[in-house]
């Protein structure tokens, strides 16, 4: 059992302050549970000690009264995954959770209810207790309270800004609810403070980049978050930008993770702890994929990148190391949990902002441009706590947070213009005092400790000036590499190993708190466990080459292996091997099949639903993801056809008059007109509409637009009084893959994206290959790997770009659909396959469904199979 509590100040775990410094992780967007626990380690590893996730209800009920929670789909399991990493959870089931994804975690059918969604609507209420009651105690079974994980915290719907009686009662409603599920942590809120009275710690998000990253090297100022500060509650930021979202036809990735790169992420975490805040949480750590139908269509397209410091196919960025650097610091550095506001003040361009624990009377200086685009160097002579005209250089958009007047282990630091990284006592019984501090590259540096009597000072390595005066120790430096000073006071007191670096040596180091304490290493791509056996520290981790290895722990180990082997130089380190190389197969052996036989007047229909008259929408007839085909009967004479149909940002839909092309479109209403002699008299005539539905709105406004329909909403015949009576045909539930993976296309419901078909007897073809012909085609081919044991190999599909064509292409792998490449839009052309996806030494089928839109511009450009990295693992 545990106790959860917070004041003013932050949040607290068994009577200790806790800085809670978390990052967004949705299990859904990466269908591989072996894949959550590598994401987890690498968030523990980097700083993190919580991570925030959603539950999409959408994803795990296909149907009303239907849930799974098994396979990729077991929250138990990841949970679990969470209390064995380490790593603290705040638990975000909804029941709306945003998110760029489908119905904003509304699950499709809930799109047809009449009552008001996110109020105290009945119809809505029972559903969503529906959902909670299956949620809810999967949660609270993995709280930290009751001594059973490491859920520390549960938030109650998601950004919900409807003050008024109805918006209070329904979120009363929702907190009763957890309670009554058995959830005792603090209840959380990000809902601007709205529904303070109703939750325990009521946040509030902020993007201040926004979501427009076709301009990356223009920032927006850094908003001061103390305003959003609830008098009683820590200040709270559930969701602070860790990247940014890009549409269909926006500008990539890359540009996302530049606007919100490391210098970026330093300014603005720094500024929000100037601001108070000890509970942040970055939205996202890692995106991942919006597989399937999974992605919201107005806000992206299946890469959910989202320019976070771990990409979507798990390489860690520069924006992670950052991450780190600071995620070691507020660990490290207790009094960081309780500060009061000094005062800003402006030195020239030069900002600062000065915070002070009241207990301790340490002193965090945060110093930046206050023009967040000035890119000018300035050395200006500021106050550090009581220390005055201490020189500082601040370069372009670098930030500082410096810490003075601070009891660091057995240490006095006066203060310091290097940034702590971290610091901790090392070995059995404190032998040794280790701090790593970090400045910019060829700055200078000093720090300034306080002793009683003159200590010794050995400089082990690097170059490093000392000064003793007045009790004081002043060390100067220069920036350059790794330089190590051994510190040891007279009279037997604690000795201080201080490492000194700069921000690429700072990189390289990794922390792990074992049972027996904290260890430091050196080298490695990542260290992702540590632990002792009597004396051997054993460490698992990754490389990406051959690379040495050192080991910082106090004198506790006396050999040291690496992911199960010996490492070959002592304790204190020795050399680590990298991953063996990899060649990957060519894509060849294409076969091809054209596939609109619902096009064709003979085809039979009549085991189709038949549409209600006026609701022939996709959701009114069961179809919630994906594809639907609609075929429209009527006889008589008729000279064109006004059809509408919505289908989402980057949807479309085609329409045939008795198996004769017409034309596509992305409007949301056209008329066709029928081409001369294309219409039977006296007999039966179909028009066939396939409409390629991009997934639900979002409901962020709480305005029921995640209700607007998709596929055919309406249709006249022009030139006729006759009505058409319709059948309906969309997709089924994969009982593996679940509700999102396919669509109603003829291939997908015949499972030629499935890796059992057999598409032998198909034609072969090369690619790239032209198709004028229009409606559906599959190409299929079989891909063999034999990568090594124990290497991780960051794989994607990458579609050849061609703006000049019109086709898109649902690209399944092994059944699973990894995303949608849209020619004519783009801008995704890399396709990564999630972990889990993958034999990795074996056969692999690769299946493409190609919608070809304009009867000329069609097929299958070059698919080619691409590394982005390569890692030799535990």
């Known amino acids: 059992m545990h106790t959860i509590a917070y004041d003013d100040h932050s949040y607290s775990i068994d009577g200790k ?53 098994t396979g990729i789909r077991d929250v138990d399991r990841l949970l679990d995954m969470a209390a064995e990493v380490g790593i603290y959870v705040i638990a975000r089931p909804g029941p709306y959770i945003n998110a760029e994804t489908d119905g904003g975690g509304f699950p499709g059918w809930l799109s047809t209810q009449k009552g008001h969604a996110r109020s105290t609507a009945p119809d809505y209420l029972a559903a969503a207790d529906e959902w909670l009651s299956r949620i809810d105690p999967l949660i609270a079974r993995h709280q930290l309270t009751d001594g059973r994980g490491t859920v520390i915290a549960y938030q109650v719907e998601n950004e919900l800004y409807t003050d008024t009686p109805d918006g209070h009662a329904y979120i009363r409603h929702l907190a009763a609810k957890a309670k009554a599920d058995g959830i005792t942590v603090p209840l959380l809120g990000n809902h601007k403070g709205v529904f303070t009275r109703e939750l325990d710690i009521d946040g509030y998000d902020r993007y201040p980049q926004e979501f427009d990253c076709s301009h990356p090297d223009v920032w927006s100022p850094l908003p001061d978050m103390a305003f959003a500060h609830n008098k009683g509650e820590p200040l709270y930021l559930p969701e602070f930008q860790g990247g940014a979202f890009d549409p269909w036809g926006g500008v990539g990735y890359d540009k996302c993770r530049q606007l919100t790169n490391g210098d970026f992420e330093k300014a603005a975490y720094e500024n929000n702890i100037a601001s108070g805040s000890t509970m942040q949480n970055f939205y996202m750590v890692h995106g991942g994929t919006s597989w399937g139908y999974l992605a919201a269509p107005g806000q992206v397209y299946s890469s959910y990148d989202y320019g976070a410091p771990i990409s979507e196919d798990r390489r860690l960025t520069e924006k992670y190391l950052v991450d780190k650097r600071l ?75 410096l810490v ?18 971290t610091h901790g006592v090392f070995g059995d019984g404190g032998r040794q005092d280790i701090a790593l501090l970090y400045g910019r590259r060829g700055q200078a540096g000093r720090t300034v400790l306080r002793y009683a009597a003159r200590p010794r000072v050995t400089v082990l390595a690097g170059d490093v000036q000392q000064r003793w005066a007045d009790g004081t120790l002043r060390l100067d430096y220069t ?39 904290p260890v430091l290493v050196r080298g490695p791509e990542l260290v992702r466990t540590a632990g002792y056996e009597g004396g051997e520290l054993r460490l698992t981790g990754d490389t990406d080459r051959a690379t040495a290895i050192e080991v910082f722990d106090g004198g506790r180990a006396t050999s040291v292996t690496w992911n199960g082997r010996a490492v070959n130089g002592g304790a204190n380190g020795g050399r680590l091997p990298g991953p063996a190389p990899v060649v990957l197969p060519a894509l060849t052996g294409w076969r091809f099949s054209r596939d609109t036989p619902e096009a064709r007047p003979a085809y039979d ?216 490449y849209v020619s004519d839009l783009g801008p995704q052309q890399a396709f990564p396959v999630p972990s889990g996806l993958l034999r990795t030494d074996g056969r692999n089928e690769v299946a493409v469904a190609v919608i070809n839109a304009d009867a000329r511009t069609g097929g299958l450009g070059r698919v080619t199979l691409r590394a982005t990295g390569n890692f030799a693992t535990p």
């Open 17 to 69: 302050r806790l800085y809670v410094w978390s990052g967004e992780f949705h299990y859904w967007r990466l269908p591989s549970p072996a894949a959550w626990r590598d994401v987890l380690q690498k968030m523990k590893a980097g700083g993190f000690n919580a991570t925030s996730i959603y539950f999409d209800w959408g994803f795990h009920s296909p149907a009303r009264g239907q849930y799974d929670f």
């Open 327 to 401: 995620g070691y610091m507020v660990q490290a550095v207790a009094p960081l949990t309780e500060t009061d506001a000094v005062g800003d003040r402006t030195t020239g361009a030069v900002l600062e902002r000065v915070r002070r624990n009241p207990a301790t009377g340490t002193v965090f200086t945060v110093v930046r441009h206050k023009d967040v685009n000035d890119k000018s160097t300035d050395s200006v002579r500021i106050a550090l706590g009581a220390h005055r005209d201490v020189p500082v250089v601040i370069a372009g958009r670098d930030s500082k947070l």
């Open 404 to 421: 003075s007047d601070y009891a660091m282990d057995h240490q006095r630091l006066e203060y310091s213009t290097s940034e702590i990284m």
């Open 479 to 517: 920036h350059r590499g790794l330089a190590k000073v051994l510190v040891e006071p007279p009279g037997g007191g604690t000795p201080l190993l201080l490492l000194l670096a700069d921000d690429a040596a700072a990189d390289t180091f990794w922390r792990q708190n074992t049972a027996r304490g």
């Open 605 to 820: 229909d009549s085991g189709w639903r038949t549409a209600a008259a006026g609701a022939p929408a996709a959701d009114n007839n069961g179809f919630h993801a994906g594809s639907v085909w609609y075929r429209g009967h009527f006889t008589g004479d008729a000279t064109g056809v006004k059809l509408a149909a919505t289908t989402g940002k980057a949807g479309e839909w085609l329409v045939w008059l008795n198996g004769r092309f017409l034309g596509d479109t992305r409007d949301k209403s056209r008329t066709f007109s029928f081409p001369a002699g294309a219409v039977r008299r006296g007999a039966d005539n179909v028009l066939s509409v396939l409409t390629v539905n991009m997934g639900h709105n979002m409901d962020f406004r709480s305005n029921d637009s995640h209700k607007e329909p998709r596929g055919l909403t309406s249709a006249a015949l022009q030139g006729s009084a006759r009505a058409l009576t319709w059948r309906v045909q969309g997709g089924r539930p994969d009982p593996v893959r679940g509700p999102l993976n396919a669509g109603g296309l003829h291939g997908e419901r015949q499972g030629f994206h499935l890796p059992a078909y057999d598409a032998s007897r198909w034609p072969s073809v090369a690619l790239p290959h032209p198709d004028r012909t229009p409606g559906v085609s599959w190409y299929r081919t079989s891909l063999t790997l034999a990568l090594p044991a124990r290497q991780d190999v960051p794989l994607s599909l990458v579609v050849a770009r061609e703006r000049s064509r019109h086709y898109r292409a649902l690209i399944y792998v092994n059944g699973w659909m990894i995303g949608q």
